[in-house]
């Protein structure tokens, strides 16, 4: 019967350990980079089609008139203090314009007709702003002078 047998130094040792650490945070660091890839997959929403654009305003509870405009315009590259605002707001409800920057977009603009305190007046909008299909960002507002606002999609 033969018998291996090995030494390891201490130095060797220590960089065994140090590779293995290595290794692992790596793949630690890998995975939940995909898993969050996949998460984000899971919340695209797809508004190819008028329908689909409606259907997605009627799911936030959105009220509105069917006749839709349609406008492209330019992300900036770099974002001004207006911008940056309007960023926060797409990063509260799982937006982020940052990967767009210097992009056209399409905004298509809903009248909403069922705004709390707005009933029968024409001042209130939803915008969808749609990059190749999908939905990166939106908001609700109102153009009005005297109480004029912006908010998230979702209705409050």
């Known amino acids: 019967m033969k018998m291996l047998t090995f030494r390891l130094k201490p130095k060797t040792l220590f960089g065994l350990i140090l ?7 790596i793949i630690v660091t890998f995975a939940s980079n995909h898993i969050g890839s996949s998460e984000a997959a899971a919340n695209t929403v797809t508004l190819e089609t008028n329908a689909q654009r409606e259907e997605y305003l009627t799911s936030l509870g959105w009220e509105f008139n069917t006749d839709c405009t349609e406008k492209q315009v330019r992300i900036p590259s770099e974002f001004n203090d207006t911008y940056r605002r309007y960023n926060e707001i797409q990063l509260s409800q799982g937006f982020d314009l940052e ?3 210097g992009l056209e977009v399409t905004v298509y603009t809903y009248e909403i007709t069922n705004y709390a305190g707005y009933e029968n007046r024409d001042c209130v909008f939803a915008n969808l702003l749609v990059y190749e299909n999908t939905l990166i960002g939106g908001d609700v507002c109102s153009t009005s002078v005297s109480d004029g606002f912006m908010q998230t999609l979702q209705k409050q």
């Open 19 to 25: 590779v293995l650490t290595g290794v692992v945070v």
């Open 99 to 101: 990967p767009y920057k």
